[in-house]
């Protein structure tokens, strides 16, 4: 639907009115797109049931938009995400946390786009305390520049130093913002996340007055290009999603490229899960490398990738990127690394070549979120719960349940001592 269609609408006028959140309404004082809390996102699949939206990295402007044109053909609320080795300090990507609202907000209003859209900043990484010391000014930047929802990720650290770190943070998010928290490492099939693990970051974070939206978890994911021997581990999932529910927090499913769409589906239908991060398949799709269903790229017989003719990126582009690879002794999955050389050249190519890379992803999330995910027809529920409201400020699901007595600093350090845990310290903790 075209925005000046929508735009008559009384429920789009008033959500925009009131639904925006107050560093985008100072932003963007005159804009048409309704970005919105993460926490919007995630009530409008609660109120469909049984439904997850795309939380896709937006590593270059490509995935972007097509993300964004899929979401309105699909008529679903989505989120767009960069996460902290992507897009930022030392980044990988030219999108960046600093840059994305902006490039999201401009997309929408040139587009017409008028679906309602989360800011997601993912793995913001926390791994010593001096990282908890620099986020203290860091993540109010990043709400400063259009941020509306944030995951901070200490799953590296042990259990106590993860829960110790989301409390230390967490008076720098505002209230109002989507908020994500995690356990267990993402790396696969070993080291998987546990109950105890997760009830233990749960129930420390509900005693100080802290209602996490999303708990992502280790639960047979993997980051990058290859696909899993066995993948996500539903049951498991399935099992630490009951150990939490009178929490009402939501699964954030990551590393989804290499997983079938049954088995995506089985998450959507038997957890609670409501987001689903997609990084590496996009790239791969906007540059216009041949992928399999699950999202995994195809190798040719010398292990190279198959970049498909009429598809993505021109011919010569792709030839230069594959030898300044070879060059800098990048493969496989470090792929990724080359979104920040090649940016602007992928830009300045011919518009006929940057629509049929936005095309390609478009059509992958359109069929991701109508016959996979669900979360189809979704955006008027994101509406609706920011209209009843009244705000853009939906506030907790829950209230408090545990006794911050028994959650001070001491006794967190005492009931970690006990938690069994598959941590391992190779987990892959960023993408």
Not at 267 to 273: A, F, G, K, L, P
Request: with cysteine; glycine share 10%; aromatic share 6%.
């Amino acid at each position: 639907m075209g925005s000046e269609k929508q735009e008559l609408l009384p429920e789009f006028v008033k959500a925009l009115e009131i639904g925006r959140p107050p560093n985008i309404t100072r932003l963007f004082p005159h804009s048409k797109a309704l970005i919105v809390s993460g926490k919007v996102i995630d009530r409008a699949m609660i109120g469909k049931g049984k439904a997850m939206t795309i939380a896709a990295n937006g590593r270059n402007h490509f995935v972007i938009r097509g993300t964004l044109q899929a979401a309105q053909r699909a008529n679903a609320a989505i989120i767009i995400e960069i996460a902290k080795s992507e897009g930022g300090g030392g980044a990988y990507c030219a999108v960046n946390f600093w840059n994305l609202a902006r490039q999201v907000d401009a997309v929408c209003n040139e587009l017409g786009i008028t679906i309602p859209v989360a800011i997601h900043a993912d793995h913001y990484g926390i791994k010593s305390a001096q990282d908890v010391e620099a986020a203290k000014t860091e993540i109010p930047s990043l709400f400063d520049a259009g941020i509306t929802s944030i995951a901070i990720d200490a799953s590296h650290l042990p259990d106590d130093e993860n829960l110790l770190a989301n409390l230390a943070l967490s008076p720098f998010v505002p209230t109002w913002a989507g908020y994500e928290t995690e356990v267990g490492e993402i790396k696969g099939k070993e080291g998987l996340s546990t109950v105890d693990e997760a009830l233990f970051l749960i129930q420390g974070l509900n005693a100080h007055e802290i209602f996490p939206d999303w708990i992502a978890l280790n639960n047979g994911t993997t980051h990058g290009i290859e696909a899993s021997d066995q993948g996500i581990q539903v049951p498991l999932t399935r099992e630490i999603h009951d150990a939490l529910k009178k929490y009402k927090v939501s699964g954030a499913q990551h590393g989804t490229s290499g997983n079938s769409s049954e088995r995506l589906r089985k998450i959507v239908e038997e957890t609670n899960t409501t987001k689903a991060n997609v990084a590496t398949a996009l790239q791969m799709i906007a540059w216009g490398v041949k992928v399999n269903e699950y999202g995994n790229a195809f190798l040719d017989d010398s292990g190279e990738f198959v970049k498909m003719p009429e598809e993505g990126m021109t011919e010569a582009l792709w030839t230069e990127m594959v030898e300044y690879a070879r060059s800098k002794g990048i493969k496989g999955g470090d792929y990724k690394k080359l979104n920040l050389p090649f940016e602007n050249r992928l830009l300045g190519q011919g518009r006929d070549i940057r629509q049929r890379m936005c095309k390609g992803v478009e059509d992958f999330v359109f069929d991701l979120l109508s016959n996979v995910f669900y979360a189809k027809d979704t955006a008027p529920l994101a509406m609706d719960s920011i209209l009843n409201t009244g705000s853009y400020d939906l506030g907790p699901k829950v209230a408090r349940i545990e006794d911050p007595g028994e959650w001070t600093e001491d006794k967190i350090r005492k009931r970690a001592a006990g938690i069994i845990s598959g941590k391992r310290p190779e987990g892959d903790f960023d993408d």
